[in-house]
Nanobody, 125 residues
Framework: QVQLDESGGGLVQEGGSLRLSCEAS????????MAWFRQAPGKEREWVSG????????YYADSVKGRFTTSIEYARGMLYLQMNQVIPEDTAVYYC??????????????????WGHGTQVVVSS
């Protein structure tokens, strides 16, 4: 069973930057794609970004495009989310997710078999 462990969350001022990490362990060779989701208080969990294990094919939600960058070090089992120019609306618990399938509907939670427990990000205005 693949296990995912996020870190790097915290409190950041509006306009600042934060880097989230996700460490994958277990049979990571089964992973084909990874993604970041987030869930704000009282809202549904929403997709933020996705990337293939090779690092090619990066995709972003419109709300973060141009501000967030996702990257992967597949050999080390590491996924990252560089968050720049953060705004209060970025406040949420951020989750790392992974799928053993190459072709996925990136934004659908059901596509991802493995999930981390989340890391909290709070953006102060």
């Amino acid at each position: 069973q693949v296990q995912l462990d996020e870190s790097g969350g915290g409190l950041v001022q509006e306009g600042g930057s934060l880097r989230l990490s996700c460490e994958a362990s277990g049979p990571t060779s089964t992973i084909e794609v990874m993604a970041w989701f987030r869930q704000a208080p009282g809202k549904e969990r929403e997709w933020v970004s996705g990337i293939r294990k090779t690092g090619t094919g990066r995709y972003y939600a419109d709300s973060v495009k141009g501000r967030f960058t996702t990257s992967i070090e597949y050999a080390r089992g590491m996924l990252y989310l560089q968050m720049n120019q953060v705004i209060p609306e970025d406040t949420a618990v951020y989750y790392c997710a992974a799928s053993p399938h190459y072709a996925v509907n990136w934004g659908s939670r059901r596509e991802y078999q493995f999930w981390g427990h989340g890391t909290q990000v709070v953006v102060s205005s």
